[in-house]
């Protein structure tokens, strides 16, 4: 089923109205719980650059639970289709373009609680025909640096309930989806320990195809927001602390080698410093590093960077 839309000029303000709201119920609760507030960075497009529109960057950085939190909401347009956008569609190279979303990254202080991403997304495109496409892709992943079985089943459970009222082959299609992609290949090693993610989507036709991804948007702050509760207090020290520095070098790593969504925004000519918030503020590298065997480290890559059934 294909999601040509009626009324794309309703359509268009209605998701972007929705999306602007999500961006401020997920800043507004991790406020909440940190403490402190988001830097606000409205910005625009100048004129004649390559894209056009607008977006809101919101940025937390040096709270006592969160080291850094970014959530950006950006609504552009565009002459021609990015290549990122058009590998599978080749009939649509060089058609003018819609793409908004919001997507977050929030890197915790503390070592016990994982990383989070979150993203979901329209592009709509004007075929030569004039009618107008829509497609949709998103959803969330966990990266821990210390594992949890019970963290990541309640992740992964709340991706599935997200999931399951839009078809039961969802979430295992989706969830494997996420364990190919979030994949540091040239290491041959998983970014974390999984989630959801789904991406040129239209099967199901606008409506529904749009109710899925709001669904796995809306499920967000009840998937992660218990693990940094129950975490954020963990007592940790210097090793701890090495140790996720560590393993953020794989998570940039991966953003910068690997994510569609990078390359979607550079190659588009999109806001750079928007496009890489999702960088950590501080990291490390270690030249072959091993784990003692046994540790909790070692625990990490054997038991929650490996593809596993979670629920």
Not at 58 to 66: A, V
Not at 87 to 103: D, K
Not at 124 to 137: H, L, M, P, R
Request: hydrophobic share 35%; net charge negative.
């Amino acid at each position: 089923m294909t999601a040509v839309v009626a009324n794309p000029a309703s359509v268009t303000a209605d998701v972007s109205s929705y999306l602007r709201g999500l961006q401020a119920r997920i800043t507004s609760a991790i406020t909440d719980m940190d403490g402190n507030a988001f830097l606000t960075d409205a910005w625009q497009k100048a004129p004649g650059d390559k894209l056009q529109g607008q977006g809101i960057t919101q940025i937390l950085e040096g709270g006592p639970i969160f080291e850094r939190a970014g959530c950006g909401f950006s609504h552009v347009s565009g002459p021609n289709l990015p290549p990122s956008a058009t590998q599978h569609r080749p009939g649509l190279v060089g058609v003018p373009f819609e793409a908004m979303g919001v997507s977050l990254v929030f890197h915790p202080r503390n070592p016990y609680v994982p990383t989070v991403h979150m993203n979901v997304r329209m592009i709509s495109a004007t075929a030569s025909d004039g009618s107008v496409v829509c497609w949709f892709g998103g959803g969330m992943d966990l990266t821990p640096y210390y594992g949890f079985e019970e963290d990541v089943v309640h992740f992964h459970q709340s991706c599935k309930n997200a999931l399951t009222p839009f078809g039961d082959d969802k979430y295992p299609r989706f969830k494997t989806w996420c364990d190919d992609y979030f994949c540091n290949k040239h290491r041959h090693e998983q970014r974390g320990a999984g989630g959801v993610f789904f991406d040129d989507f239209q099967e199901l036709g606008f409506e529904r195809s749009l109710a899925m991804m709001q669904s796995v948007a809306d499920s967000f702050l009840g998937a992660y927001l218990p693990i940094v509760l129950r975490r954020k207090d963990t007592p940790y020290g210097e090793r701890e602390r090495n140790f996720q520095l560590y393993r953020r070098g794989r998570y940039v790593e991966f953003n910068l080698v690997w994510d569609r969504g990078t390359h979607f925004g550079l190659q588009s000519g999109g806001r750079t410093e928007s496009i890489l918030l999702s960088m950590p503020p501080l990291v490390s590298w270690s030249y072959q590093h091993q784990a003692e065997p046994g540790s909790p480290e070692a625990a990490l890559t054997e038991q929650f960077l490996v593809r596993r059934d979670w629920v």
